[in-house]
């Protein structure tokens, strides 16, 4: 069964007016709970991207051998919020300049990463991250893999939504909480209004 999360009641009547953007900023219990929050995202749903295992598990992809990378699939409305927006929230709200790695968690499956499934996004993708490289805000450049989504698996079920439904699990109180309190504090504007 594959779970989104509904996070915002906004007009859907032409489904061919929004947009997904797939966005692996580490543990994707991190990504998921920022972009939840954020205004004009009506789903995201965690998973795994760009790997030559089908339909991996979650185990197999802690063994870093699939290629996989932890991610989310964004599920926007365009007229709400911008892809360079969405953008400019990623790259805010993980270190883009660790290879393979945010915090404690390490593997290639950790790799900060923006896949998209058309070559507009891809364009204003590596536009972001041109962008990004020129003012390097953390010091450093950006070794963000930027690459058409080749294809994506939906993450375990218990996966979805983790922060919500654990939000005193360890994790989440001193990782997951902090990012969330970064972005309604840098982003208020994009913000829905709810922690």
């Known amino acids: 069964m594959q779970h989104l999360t509904i996070n915002m009641p906004l007009s859907t009547d032409n489904p061919a007016a929004l947009a997904t953007v797939y966005l692996g900023g580490g543990c994707f219990w991190c990504t998921e709970a920022v972009f939840t ?5 009506l789903q995201v749903q ?3 991207a760009n790997g030559h295992t089908e339909n991996p ?5 802690c063994t870093g051998t699939t290629g996989h990378a932890e991610v989310i699939a964004v599920r926007y409305h365009p007229q709400h919020v911008s892809l360079e927006a969405l953008l400019e929230i990623f790259f805010a709200t993980h270190d883009p300049t ?5 915090g404690n968690d390490v593997g290639t499956q950790y790799r ?3 896949y998209t499934d058309n070559a ?3 364009a204003s993708a590596q536009a972001a991250l041109a962008a990004y490289n020129q003012a390097q805000p953390l010091g450093a450049a950006a070794v963000t893999e930027v690459a058409p989504l080749q294809r994506f698996w939906p993450a375990e079920d218990w996966h979805q939504d983790y922060f ?5 699990q360890g994790y989440c109180t001193w990782v997951v909480a902090p990012k969330v ?3 309604l504090a840098q982003f208020p504007g994009h913000s829905k209004g709810t922690a």
């Open 98 to 102: 660790t290879l393979n790695r945010q």
């Open 57 to 61: 598990s979650y185990d197999d992809i």
């Open 37 to 41: 929050r954020v205004r004009g995202v």
């Open 164 to 168: 919500a439904h654990n939000p005193q």
């Open 120 to 122: 507009q996004d891809l």
């Open 112 to 114: 900060s990463a923006i």
């Open 46 to 48: 965690s998973g795994y």
């Open 181 to 183: 309190a970064h972005f």
